[in-house]
């Protein structure tokens, strides 16, 4: 992504109302379906100057990565409005919320920033950098996990100490970790070409070592952990994965037809979301393994995330975020 120095802003909020319900309890679409518009399936609509991307739920609020304005910026789900700024330089890679924080990558200062949630005020700057920029953190499980080397380095920081207390390792070029089920998953994404790029490794935190790598398709990066299984999309067909937390087995593949590199993927309010530049949304019920929805039109890449009823949807290249009503 790219990265700009810190200029001064005016978040400017439109907060439309709208159609209130998405409307997902239908009859598998058909691909080729023309999308649906999310101006008009969006409950609110929210301009945010600048360059919004990574989306975050936690604390009643949504968290987003402004790195054109070296900044997070929070919005109370209640209001739909900014109520918060905090400065963090250049935030990269998907954030994370627990242990009564935010957890956000600066790619300039090459650390992990830790925001206190209840006064929006930084409190600790952990010197250790992420992979890279497309990349997510982790908070579960005992501690928050980075991806911390392309050499294939998984981090554990102490959210006591704020220090990092292992360091596992893991398969060369694996970039985004979640936590689930008892256990931090990873996807290794691989090299471009190479013959090994298309696996998840599951890790226990109590013993800080893989326990299980399972096979998924070519350039796995962003996973989501819920809804009964871990999801993850394969960049290079643009297809979801399912695993099995159970049997560490993949017993789906949905042709989502979403390839590409960005893009994000989520779960909650009983779907999975997928954000991606070829298509904006798409929705995926795990009850059919199959993509029930789509939304449009292409607006470039960004983020999403489900919780606290509703789903909410980052575009940078136009300055937007879009909350929709699952219901």
């Given at each position: 992504?790219?990265?700009?120095?810190?200029?001064?802003?005016?978040?400017?909020?439109?907060?439309?109302?709208?159609?209130?319900?998405?409307?997902?309890?239908?009859?598998?679409e058909h691909p080729d379906s023309d999308p649906a518009s999310i101006d008009k399936a969006a409950v609110a609509t929210i301009s945010i100057a600048g360059y919004p991307d990574w989306l975050e739920?936690?604390?009643g609020s949504v968290w987003v990565s402004n790195d054109r304005v070296n900044a997070v910026q929070r919005i109370d789900t209640?209001?739909?409005k900014i109520v918060a700024t905090v400065k963090v330089n250049e935030p990269c890679a998907a954030m994370a919320a627990g242990f009564g924080s935010m957890w956000v990558a600066s790619c300039k200062d090459k650390s992990i920033v830790r925001i206190n949630a209840r006064s929006n005020k930084v409190i600790a700057a952990i010197p250790i950098a992420v992979a890279d920029?497309?990349?997510?953190l982790a908070a579960g499980e005992g501690g928050l996990w980075v991806l911390s080397d392309?050499?294939?380095?998984l981090s554990r920081i102490s959210p006591r100490t704020n220090r990092v207390i292992r360091r596992i390792s893991v398969k060369p070029n694996s970039f985004a970790a979640m936590t689930g089920f008892g256990s931090v998953w990873i996807t290794n994404t691989g090299e471009h070409g190479s013959s090994d790029n298309g696996s998840v490794q599951r890790i226990d935190p109590r013993r800080n070592r893989v326990i299980a790598t399972i096979p998924v398709r070519s350039q796995p990066r962003f996973f989501a952990v819920g809804e009964g299984g871990v999801w993850v999309l394969n960049q290079k067909d643009g297809s979801v994965s399912r695993i099995n937390p159970r049997t560490n087995k993949v017993v789906a593949t949905i042709e989502a037809g979403v390839p590409g590199t960005g893009g994000d993927i989520a779960v909650g309010?009983?779907?999975v979301w997928v954000r991606t530049t070829k298509i904006l949304l798409s929705v995926i019920d795990p009850k059919?393994?199959?993509?029930?929805k789509r939304f449009g039109p292409k607006q470039g890449s960004g983020a999403v995330r489900a919780g606290r009823g509703a789903v909410w949807v980052s575009a940078h290249d136009v300055n937007k975020v879009w909350r929709l009503n699952p219901r």
């Open positions: 992504m790219k990265m700009n120095r810190m200029q001064r802003f005016a978040a400017i909020l439109l907060i439309t109302a709208a159609i209130p319900v998405v409307g997902l309890r239908a009859a598998q739920i936690g604390f209640r209001t739909n920029s497309e990349a997510s392309k050499k294939g380095v309010e009983g779907y059919t393994n199959a993509v029930v």
